[in-house]
């Protein structure tokens, strides 16, 4: 049997899509996963590859026209086939193109997107659930016709065959003189649907916005010690990352309103609004809970170029939980912005300048910037959101998350001598937090440090460090030195072997002695039961 | 062709058939010398004699019970009921002897009989006006008809004489007086078990039995000047029971009306819908919509007796209904 190309469904909400270019023609020969045409979605344009080779026999939708997923684009006749009659071959461009007074079917529908959230029922015919299967259409943004607003098989037929169009003319009726518009600019699909979700996120949901003016002098001083070392960690970096904290600490931030409901998300998807030639488009960092700031930027980094070059996948613009949206470059100071439906919240970030703040009662001059937050009411009180608001500007004016503190600030470091341990899930793994840093022991398999291997570290490390700051104390030049330690490999600890390697000028005598007070003077080597042997060794580099 | 009554198809079929075959036997009350209340079998005994037409005592259930011996024992009766609502004294014979025995005995006897039962509310009241098919096609065994056109009245009579299980014939007493055109060949039947579709449309399904038949297709000519072309399907036997015509239709329409006589509760319009839910749920459009008899004992009062029957504007307000 022919292939048909068909128009894919490439995100969750989409219901059609725009030929934008052929890059065969009917009759070219087509490799398998060559590509044979792009198609604009609602968020980017996407190039369809054939699904085997053959012969693109027909063209079933020409360039510009809208198609509703799931309908055919074109025809792909593989080798000893013969193309198939029933297709419509020109009846499809017809329809699609004539359909300009459906408009109204589409656009009405679309408003409703929000109210009919995940979960809810939808009320369709059997027989249009049937079509909407068929067709690849989703039905829960379609107002239905029917019976108590029932969905029925016309409904699901018109919005197959509707088209998006922009608004008709303003020009009143009863003006004496009617203001004409010197000329029309189409928007892009991107633009275009841009425009009909944001009206309906505004519409949908209740706003209210919340304002903080952050001092930034230290997460800027902090993010050029990163930068000196070498990284390309930018001040969004810090602020996304400052954020993904937040999130973490108020779950319900990163959530959406559904009905009643408020659905929580354990990943925190970042979108983060980027400004290309064709519109804002809003890729998203997945899981970014889990990356640390080198991570976020990394990926940022990656996003944002695939956003400017058109290359980014509908993948990359899925499942946003929250979205931070910086006109800060702009020169922006602060705004209000129109939070993207279901997500629960946005955040406005506006430029950084010089401004005077009143620190201890002084008037001192601080680079500073203002956060604007909004917060769908549904979803959260302003109480509640007020966590999240100040933990945000908390975080961001004392950056500790990044690692940075003793160097730093050293009044801002975190509480030394306590960790956190969480099981992860229920293997044989542990997390181990300090402050904002955090490792992993494993007692299963070798994807990490077991809790022995870590206190081995913890020995020679302690040794190494008592090593060095005993030779401080008696003037000793010590180089490069390194520790290796080993206990026995199974059962429980019997004995452990520590070899110190010290380039030292010191002679014999003097390097044992430091070795002795090293040993003494170690804390961790102090808590080693005396059944457990310990033989210490020095040689030198 | 030439063209006769509802009344005059079915008096040819009994004719035919009796004398085509000698064993079918012709028997109720006032069937012979009277010639049948409605004058259906009026001449028959001068034809085929005493032996095979004629007279009984004023009891269905002896009547009933003696075709099912008959007929067990080789003869093919085919009783008059002067009014079909008297079925309900035949009870015992029709539903466990006549729908049962050919079963029960393991196949060592057949059935073939046929009840005519005239039906319908014409002005008879509760008790002479009913149109009691939904009741037994509850039961197993029972065949049961319901011609709408002359022709069919012919062609399905001759097929239940011919059948070897019992053929409940429902002949309608507003149909008698219709007139349509009616084959002559004494070879012509109609299948039982076989739909016709009497207007052919997309845009809804209706489903008329009997005497809703011309009812219905009097609402789709009145829908077709509207715009909407509805197909009208005449099940003409309601056991067995053509699905397969009904589930097409409703696949290329996905909205069905089913007026019926019948009462509405467990009435014919009840199993389609239950029978659309197993069978073809996903072509369904909108609700089923059933115009049928309300759950009333039929009024003797002319004009309550127009109130509940369901007539031309009730199937045509359904079809509007769902087509809106």
Redesign the interface.
């Known amino acids: 049997m022919p292939l048909m190309i068909q128009m894919p469904k490439l995100g969750h909400t989409m219901t059609e899509g725009t030929v934008l270019k052929w890059h065969k023609h009917a009759g070219d020969q087509v490799r398998e996963g060559e590509t044979v045409l792009t198609v604009e979605t609602d968020k980017a344009e996407i190039e369809i590859e054939s699904p085997a080779a053959g012969v693109l026999a027909r063209v079933l939708a020409g360039e510009g026209v809208v198609v509703a997923v799931g309908l055919p684009l074109g025809e792909i006749v593989r080798a000893g086939e013969s193309a198939s009659e029933a297709a419509p071959a020109t009846a499809f461009n017809k329809e699609a193109s004539s359909s300009a007074q459906n408009s109204g079917a589409l656009g009405a529908a679309s408003t409703s997107t929000l109210n009919a959230s995940a979960g809810k029922r939808v009320a369709a015919s059997p027989r249009a659930k049937r079509l909407a299967a068929e067709r690849g259409l989703d039905l829960s943004s379609v107002a239905g016709s029917g019976p108590d607003g029932l969905i029925t098989e016309d409904d699901v037929r018109k919005i197959s065959a509707a088209e998006v169009h922009a608004a008709p003319s303003i020009a009143p009726a009863a003006a004496a003189r009617p203001l004409v518009a010197s000329r029309r600019e189409k928007l892009t699909r991107i633009q275009a649907v841009g425009a009909r979700n944001l009206a309906a996120s505004w519409n949908a949901i209740p706003h209210f916005v919340q304002m903080v003016r952050v001092d930034m002098s230290r997460a800027l001083a902090a993010r050029s010690a990163i930068k000196g070392s070498g990284s390309r960690v930018t001040i969004t970096d810090v602020i996304l990352a400052a954020t993904v904290i937040a999130l973490k600490e108020n779950p319900r931030v990163n959530a959406s309103y559904s009905e009643g409901e408020r659905l929580l998300y354990d990943e925190i998807n970042l979108g983060i609004a980027v400004d290309t030639p064709d519109g804002l488009l809003v890729p998203v960092i997945h899981d970014a809970g889990a990356l640390d700031v080198a991570g976020i930027s990394a990926r940022a980094a990656e996003l944002a170029e695939r956003a400017r070059s058109k290359q980014l996948r509908p993948a990359d613009m899925e499942n946003a939980t929250f979205t931070v949206s910086n006109l800060g470059a702009a020169g922006i100071e602060n705004g209000t912005p129109v939070i993207f439906a279901p997500q629960a919240a946005l955040m406005f970030v506006g430029a950084i300048h010089d401004q005077v703040l009143a620190i201890d009662g002084r008037a001192e001059v601080r680079p500073a910037m203002q956060l604007a937050i909004a917060y769908d009411h549904r979803a959260l009180d302003g109480a509640s959101a007020s966590h999240f608001t100040t933990r945000v500007k908390a975080l961001l004016e004392a950056p500790d998350f990044l690692g940075l503190n003793a160097t730093a600030n050293p009044a801002a470091v975190t509480r030394h001598r306590e960790v956190t341990i969480d099981a992860i899930g229920d293997s044989l793994k542990t997390r181990v937090t300090y402050g904002s840093l955090g490792w992993t022991l494993s007692a299963e398999d070798a994807s990490a440090p077991d809790p022995v291997s870590s206190f081995l570290g913890a020995l020679g490390s302690c040794l190494l460090m008592s090593l060095r700051v005993a030779a401080r104390a008696r003037n000793l030049t010590v180089g490069k030195s390194s520790v290796t330690a080993r206990a026995n490999e199974k059962g429980h600890l019997r004995e452990i072997q520590v070899e110190l390697q010290v380039e030292t000028g010191a002679g014999d005598d003097k390097l044992h002695r430091l070795v002795e007070v090293a040993e003494r003077g170690c804390h961790i080597r102090a808590m080693i039961r005396d059944e457990i042997a310990v033989a210490l060794k020095v040689t030198r580099i | 062709m030439r063209t006769i009554t509802y009344a005059q198809a079915i008096k040819e079929a009994l004719e035919e058939e009796m004398r085509r075959d000698p064993s079918v036997v012709l028997y109720g009350e006032d069937v012979a010398n009277f010639g049948g209340i409605f004058q259906i079998t009026s001449g028959l005994q001068e034809q085929f004699g005493e032996d095979r037409v004629f007279d009984t005592p004023i009891s269905e259930n002896a009547l009933v019970g003696a075709a099912v011996g008959a007929a067990i024992t080789g003869l093919r009766p085919v009783v008059e009921l002067q009014f079909a609502d008297f079925l309900f004294t035949t009870g015992d014979e029709i539903v466990l002897k006549a729908g049962m025995w050919r079963y029960v005995h393991g196949g060592a006897y057949k059935v073939p009989m046929v009840v005519r039962c005239p039906s319908g509310a014409a002005g008879v009241g509760p008790e002479h006006g009913q149109c009691p098919e939904a009741f037994f096609m509850h039961s197993p065994g029972l065949r049961i008809v319901s011609p709408s056109t002359p022709a069919d009245a012919k062609g399905l009579l001759k097929s239940a004489i011919r059948d070897d299980n019992p053929v409940l014939y429902f002949e309608h007493k507003l149909l008698y007086a219709t007139k349509g055109e009616v084959p002559e060949d004494p070879d012509f039947l109609v299948p039982l078990g076989k739909a016709a579709v009497r207007r052919e449309g997309d845009a809804l399904t209706l489903v008329a039995i009997s005497a809703m038949v011309p009812k219905a297709l009097k609402v789709a000519e009145r829908l077709a000047k509207e715009g909407h072309h509805i197909e009208v399907i005449d099940p003409r036997s309601l056991n067995p029971f053509d699905r397969p015509a009904i589930i097409e239709s409703v696949k290329k329409t996905?909205k069905i009306v089913v007026a019926e006589e019948s009462y509405k509760t467990l009435g014919v319009g009840a199993e389609i819908g239950a029978m659309l839910m197993e069978e073809a749920?996903?072509?369904?459009?909108?609700?089923l919509k059933r115009v049928a008899m309300p759950d009333v004992p039929i009024p003797t009062a002319a004009v309550l007796e127009q109130f509940v029957i369901p007539n031309e504007e009730k199937i045509y307000a359904a079809c509007r209904e769902l087509l809106a």
């Open positions: 996905g749920l996903e072509y369904l459009d909108r609700p």
